[in-house]
C-alpha cells in the first residue's frame, strides 16, 4: 500500500473540489437562468471532458500548459515553477477533466427551483445575493452534494491526464491510480489489490452517502416544487 | 417609506416573445379580476406589474411613483417596487418554516420586531399555532394563508395574486373566498388577482378585465361584463352560451326597447342601441335572464318573451342542472343551469315541452363587429 500516492491522491482531490465547486456554482446557475449567445456551444464545451480521451486531454494540456507554451512560461516566470510534472498543473488538470462533473449536476438543481419561489423572493425584498444564499443555496445542496462527490472521486480514480500532465513522481505527481499501474507493472498484486479495494469502497460508500443525503434533504420540500 | 393609498396606472404593451397589450387602472382599496383563458397573457402581465419581466412599451405608475418607462428606460426592480406578489403554487421557501417564510417579507421592518409581526400575520390570516411546521408539512389552504400571510406582512403597495385558489380543494376555496371577501374591506391597496374562473372575479372583484391571446378584450364592473359583454368572444369568454342570431323590427327610442325577430318569435330587449330596422343583429341572455317558472301558478302569464320550449336533456350536476331544450319550431338551442330541486318541482325532463321566458332586462345585443367574432 502507497500511502503517500493515496495521500496525495485525496490532497488532489480537496483541491480540485474546494477550487471547482464554487466555480460550477456560478456557471451552473448562470446556464440555468441566463440565456445568451453561444449558450449552446458552451456547454457543448462544458461536456467536452466527458467524451474526449483523457489522453488526448492530457496531450492539449501538456502542451498548453508546458515549457514552450504562453502560459507556462508565464508562470514559470512569476513563480519560478513549471506547471507540467508538477502538483499544480495536475490541480489545474483535474479541475479541467471535472468541469462536466461538477457543473452538470449544480446546474440541473438550480433548473429544478421552481420559478415561483424565485419571483416571491425578489418580491419579498431580498437582494440577489441574499436570495442566493438564503433560497436557492440550501435548495441545490443536494445538487452540490454530488458534484463534490463526484468530483473527489473521479480525481481519486484519474490516470490517464495524471500520467500524461505529471508523469509519476514520487511524492508530487505519483497519485494512487498511477501507484496500482506501477504496482501490477512490477506484478506486486498485493499492493495493487489492496489499493484497488480502497477505492473501490470509498467509490460505493461515496455514492450511497449521496443517494442517502440527497434523498434526506430533498425530503422536506417536494410538496411545494412543481 | 412604504406608500399607500396609491392607484395603479398601467398602460403597457409588448409584441415579442408573446403579443401583450393592457391599459387599465385599479385603485386603492379595489379588488381587479384579470381573467381569461390559460396561455391568455394573465401571468405575464402580473409578472410585467411586479417587475418580474419587462414590457417593450409603455409606462406604470403606482401614485406618484413611475415604475416603469419603456421611454425613459425607467424600470424599477421587484424589490423597489414593494409589492406583495403571491405565486400561483404560492412560491413558498420550501427549507423555511411557516414563521420564516412570513419573516422573509419582514425586512422593512428591525430585526428585533420581525417574529412578533410575523407571528401576528399568521394570526391575523387564522394560522395560529403551526408557525414551526414547514410547508410540506401544510395542507393546500394553510400554505395558501402562509403566501398571503408574507405578502401582506410586507405592507406592499399593491397585492397581486396569481391564480389564489387554483391549488386548493373546493371547500377550502370556498372558505378562503370568505376570508379574501373579508380582507379586502381592511385593505386600502390595489390588489390584482388573476384568475381563469369568471365566477371568482364575480365574487371578490370590484372591476375585471377580460384578456385573451394577450388582447384585453372588455373591463368594467363584473356584472356589467357579464351582462353588457362588448361582442360575441367577451360573452363567450364569459361563458355566456346563449348567443342567437336576430333581426331588428323596430326600435322605440324614448322608451328604450327594441324589437327584434327569433326566427318567427317577436323578441322585446330593453335596450336601444344605435340599430336600423330590419339589421342582422345578434343578441345574448345570460343564465339568470331565463326564467323556467310554473306556469301552473300563472307567474310567466305577464312575461314578455315567452318561448315554448321542448327539454332535449337535463344533465343533474349536485345542486345544479344543466338543461339543454330546443325552441318550438325555431330550433334555436337554449342552454340553462338551473337549481336542481326547481328542476324537480318543475317536472323538468327530457321530451317535456313547457314554456320559458326571457327577461327583456336581460337582453343584450351584441355590437355590429361581434357578427364576425
Known amino acids: 500500500m502507497d500511502w503517500q500516492a493515496l495521500w496525495l491522491s485525496v490532497k488532489l482531490s480537496c483541491f480540485t473540489v474546494v477550487l471547482l465547486i464554487p466555480l460550477a456554482i456560478i456557471v451552473g446557475r448562470a446556464l440555468a437562468y441566463r440565456q445568451f449567445k453561444g449558450k449552446s456551444w458552451l456547454e457543448a464545451l462544458i461536456m467536452v471532458p466527458l467524451v474526449l480521451p483523457p489522453t488526448v486531454i492530457g496531450y492539449y494540456l501538456l502542451v498548453g500548459l508546458g515549457n514552450q507554451s504562453m502560459i507556462g512560461q508565464w508562470v514559470e516566470q512569476l513563480t519560478g515553477q513549471q506547471l507540467v510534472f508538477h502538483f499544480s498543473g495536475l490541480v489545474i488538470a483535474s479541475i479541467i477533466v471535472n468541469i462536466p462533473f461538477a457543473v452538470q449536476p449544480i446546474q440541473r438543481a438550480f433548473e429544478t427551483i421552481p420559478i415561483d419561489i424565485r419571483d416571491a423572493a425578489a418580491c419579498c425584498g431580498m437582494s440577489r445575493l441574499r436570495i442566493f444564499f438564503r433560497i436557492e443555496l440550501p435548495m441545490i445542496w443536494p445538487g452540490v452534494l454530488t458534484a463534490v462527490v463526484l468530483c473527489f472521486s473521479h480525481v481519486l480514480g484519474e490516470f ?65 416544487q412543481r | ?71 425613459q428606460s425607467i424600470s424599477l426592480t421587484p424589490q423597489q417596487r414593494h409589492i406583495g406578489y403571491m405565486p400561483q403554487h404560492f412560491g413558498l421557501f420550501p427549507h423555511l418554516t411557516a414563521l420564516d417564510n412570513v419573516i422573509s417579507g419582514l425586512d422593512h421592518v428591525p430585526k428585533e420586531l420581525r417574529k412578533q409581526r410575523a407571528l401576528d400575520w399568521l394570526e391575523r390570516v387564522n394560522l395560529h399555532g403551526l408557525p414551526d411546521r414547514l410547508p410540506a408539512q401544510l395542507s393546500g389552504g394553510q400554505r395558501q394563508r402562509v403566501a398571503l400571510a408574507r405578502a401582506l406582512a410586507r405592507e406592499p403597495a399593491i397585492l397581486l395574486l ?71 368572444a367577451v360573452a363567450r369568454q364569459m361563458g355566456l352560451r346563449n348567443i342567437f342570431d ?104 327530457p321530451g317535456v315541452q313547457t314554456t320559458i321566458a326571457l327577461k327583456s332586462d336581460q337582453i343584450h345585443i351584441l355590437s355590429a363587429q361581434s357578427e364576425l367574432g
Not at chain 2, 316 to 341: K, L, Q, Y
Open chain 1, 160 to 224: 490517464g491526464v495524471v500520467l500524461m500532465l505529471g508523469g509519476n513522481i514520487a511524492g508530487e505527481t505519483k497519485t494512487i491510480s498511477i501507484a496500482i499501474y506501477d504496482s501490477v507493472q512490477a506484478f506486486d498484486f498485493d499492493s495493487a489489490g489492496m489499493m484497488s479495494l480502497v477505492l473501490l469502497l470509498f467509490a460505493v460508500s461515496a455514492l450511497a452517502l449521496t443517494t442517502s443525503m440527497s434523498k434526506r434533504l430533498g425530503g422536506h420540500r417536494g410538496a411545494t
Open chain 2, 1 to 71: 417609506m412604504v406608500p399607500h393609498n396609491a392607484d395603479l396606472i398601467c398602460d403597457i404593451s409588448q409584441t415579442l416573445p408573446i403579443p401583450l397589450e393592457a391599459h387599465f387602472s385599479c385603485r386603492a382599496g379595489e379588488v381587479l379580476a384579470v381573467v381569461g383563458p390559460s396561455g391568455g397573457g394573465k401571468t405575464t402581465l402580473l409578472r410585467m406589474i411586479a417587475g418580474l419581466s419587462l414590457p417593450q412599451r409603455g409606462h406604470i405608475h403606482c401614485g406618484d411613483r413611475l415604475w416603469f418607462d419603456a421611454k
Open chain 2, 162 to 232: 396569481d391564480e389564489p385558489f387554483s391549488a386548493v380543494d373546493r371547500e377550502t376555496r370556498e372558505r378562503l373566498y370568505i376570508e379574501l371577501a373579508r380582507l379586502k374591506q381592511q385593505l386600502s391597496i390595489p390588489v390584482v388577482m388573476v384568475t381563469h374562473d369568471i365566477h371568482e372575479a364575480l365574487l371578490l372583484a370590484d372591476k375585471m378585465i377580460l384578456i385573451s391571446q394577450g388582447q384585453m378584450l372588455q373591463q368594467g364592473k363584473p356584472f356589467e361584463v357579464l351582462s353588457h359583454p362588448n361582442n360575441e
Open chain 2, 246 to 349: 336576430g333581426q331588428v323590427v323596430s326600435q322605440d327610442i324614448e322608451r328604450n326597447m327594441t324589437q327584434f325577430t327569433l326566427g318567427d318569435e317577436l323578441i322585446v330587449s330593453d335596450s336601444a342601441p344605435a340599430l336600423t330596422v330590419g339589421q342582422s343583429i345578434r343578441w345574448v341572455i345570460p343564465n339568470q335572464g331565463i326564467r323556467f317558472n310554473a306556469i301552473s301558478s300563472g307567474r310567466l302569464c305577464k312575461s314578455l318573451n315567452k318561448l315554448e320550449v321542448l327539454i332535449e336533456s337535463v344533465l343533474v350536476m349536485g345542486e345544479s342542472s344543466r338543461v339543454i331544450a330546443s325552441v318550438v319550431g325555431i330550433g334555436s338551442i337554449i342552454n340553462a343551469d338551473v337549481p336542481t330541486h326547481l328542476v324537480h318541482k318543475l317536472a323538468l325532463a
